[in-house]
């Protein structure tokens, strides 16, 4: 399908995502993937703040509000919890959560999962989206998921490689 991958090579998208676990007839999946130059712990503590902001486009979805670009003191995700927010508006849903490894929600009718792949002094960030939706609107939600997905993983890219080796002091949580 066009756009389905972006960044991954050939043996990503043959891994088993725990995404993969909540979606029976996918017609959708879409695999994007960064290498970021720091510890899987950093990089955690920047997947994990997705929570706060959506990290993609602000202007489009974030009401325009600029996604924080410090940590927030924030606990680690819980099954259940809100899985993003966009305005202060919480979006989506955690249904699973592999501390340092993997976090998979649900929002908008698909499934994702952000998986961390540790590799030398690196760390591979990779996500799939999973989704059975009708087959005609497949390649353009494909399409609008690597233009938002892209600019999420860059962003994440960025402020993981600023971060010192370990996560820096987190600041107080943003009002809601």
């Known amino acids: 399908m066009l756009g389905d991958r972006w960044g991954v090579t050939d043996h990503e998208t043959t891994l088993h995502y725990p995404c993969d676990d909540f979606v029976a007839a996918a017609n959708l999946q879409a695999w994007r993937g960064v290498t970021v130059h720091a510890t899987p712990a950093v ?6 703040q997705v929570r ?7 202007w ?5 509000r600029r996604s924080p670009r410090q940590l927030v003191d924030l606990p680690e995700p ?3 919890e ?8 919480p ?3 955690i249904v699973s959560v592999d501390r340092g490894r993997h976090l998979t929600a649900t929002i908008m009718g698909a499934f994702m999962s952000y998986v961390l792949i540790p590799h030398d002094t690196t760390t591979r ?8 939706t ?3 609107a497949a390649p353009a939600i494909c399409i609008g998921d690597l233009v938002m997905a892209r600019r999420q993983l860059l962003n994440l890219k960025q402020l993981a490689e600023r971060a010192p080796d370990h996560p820096e002091p987190r600041s107080p949580r943003p009002p809601s």
């Not at 990089?43 to 994990?48: A, H």
């Open 78 to 80: 819980r099954v259940g």
């Open 125 to 132: 960030l990779l996500l799939k989206v999973s989704m059975s």
């Open 82 to 89: 809100a899985f993003t927010s966009s305005g202060s508006r």
């Open 52 to 58: 706060v902001a959506p990290y993609s486009y602000d």
């Open 60 to 64: 489009i979805d974030n009401r325009g």
């Open 91 to 93: 979006l989506g849903r």
């Open 43 to 48: 990089v955690w503590s920047w997947v994990t």
């Open 134 to 136: 009708n087959r005609l």
